[in-house]
């Protein structure tokens, strides 16, 4: 059983993460307490701290979580079980566990019921509630999933919340086998979409602004590779028109180059957040009959064995995507700083809590 308190990363504002001590958390009914093993971070966890979208408010409770104050960060985590609350069955202490980090409690529609990423109750550990960024971590069972059965230690495990949100991305765009697809970005949510995809059948171009992250996408199974400003050519060039693209970066850049290169009846999926609004075109979408498709988060029941089934499938591993990891106290000046500075030379930074300086990551 753990200690009485625990380190843990805390959000208090703009700009304000600490690693301070608290109290060790309490499993409740239906719920898991996790010694966490690893956690990744990402760019909306570096954007948290410049300009905070998913964190909307420390004074007053969140209207799902109930969540009231400064808030551990940490969306991407998988950890050892230690404790089962009230009601808990068919899980096992000691089980090695990958958190799908999305909570919902229903509600909405009956017809969409099984959507549980638009359920109105819908929250997120490590914006919403206390996430992965600590020694522990209180998680509901019915969104972690043991491991056991795809052969994944404990660092391979934290890459599915992330491969999951690729896998909604890629399903609910309909990609198939047989079809073209254009990924825009070999970031981590780009890589894994590419992942995806090629699994699937999909013939797959990744473009990206770094020579260095194009190599891990080609790694994984995309079938071309382009720095973005060459990408045209290459279409050109390989008689590709894709069927679907997805546009993972971010950028306005990055979306007028996903319509700049979408031929009739194309599926255009911005996956990346864009941080200004964008002014579209919609006569060009009708006219073309070009379909604009949304999404966000992943259905954990749904995604997360997806997630865990190909990350389990690739047999040497991810150490090309994520190499390292580092202490809790390094989150901040060696992850999040490089992502928000666009210096990172990682795809994705793992943390280990436990730990006093970096290690290789074991995946």
């Known amino acids: 059983m753990p200690t009485e308190t625990m380190r843990a990363a805390r959000f208090h504002g703009l700009g304000d993460l600490r690693v301070e001590q608290v109290a060790v ?157 254009v990924v825009l970005g070999a970031g981590g949510i780009g890589v894994n979409i590419a992942t995806a995809l090629a699994a699937w059948g999909v013939e797959v171009v990744v473009a990206d602004l770094a020579a260095e992250r194009l190599t891990i996408a080609a790694a994984v199974g995309a079938h071309h590779t382009v720095l973005a400003d060459e990408l045209p050519d290459l279409l050109a060039r390989e008689r590709i028109s894709p069927d679907v693209i997805f546009e993972v970066s971010g950028s306005r850049a990055g979306l007028d180059s996903a319509f700049a290169i979408a031929p009739r009846g194309a599926r255009i999926v911005p996956a990346g957040f864009q941080k200004q609004p964008y002014e579209l075109d919609v006569a060009r979408l009708t006219l073309a009959e070009q379909q604009l498709i949304g999404t966000v988060a992943h259905v954990a029941a749904d995604d997360m064995p997806e997630a865990l089934r190909l990350l389990a499938g690739r047999a040497d591993g991810w150490a090309d995507v994520a190499p390292l990891a580092i202490p809790l106290e390094a989150l901040v000046e060696e992850a999040l700083q490089p992502l928000l500075e666009g210096r990172a030379t990682r795809v994705k930074t793992l943390i280990d809590p436990h730990v006093a300086s970096a290690r290789p990551a074991r995946t």
């Open 25 to 181: 958390p309490a499993p409740g009914p239906g719920e898991l307490l996790l010694r966490v093993l690893a956690c990744g971070v990402c760019g909306s966890d570096a954007g948290e701290l410049r300009r905070p979208a998913m964190i909307r408010s420390l004074d007053e409770p969140h209207p799902a979580s109930g969540h009231v104050g400064p808030v551990t960060m940490g969306h991407e985590f998988a950890g050892e079980v230690v404790a089962l609350g009230e009601g808990v069955d068919g899980v096992r202490e000691g089980a090695l566990v990958a958190c799908g980090a999305g909570v919902s409690a229903g509600g909405g529609p009956a017809r969409r019921a099984a959507r549980t990423n638009l359920a109105p109750s819908y929250y997120t550990l490590g914006f919403h509630a206390d996430g992965g960024l600590a020694e522990y971590v209180v998680a509901p069972a019915a969104i972690c999933f043991d491991v056991a059965p795809y052969g994944l230690t404990a660092d391979a495990a934290a890459l599915a919340q992330p491969m999951a949100i690729a896998v909604h991305a890629a399903r609910g765009a309909r990609a198939s086998a047989g079809e073209q697809a």
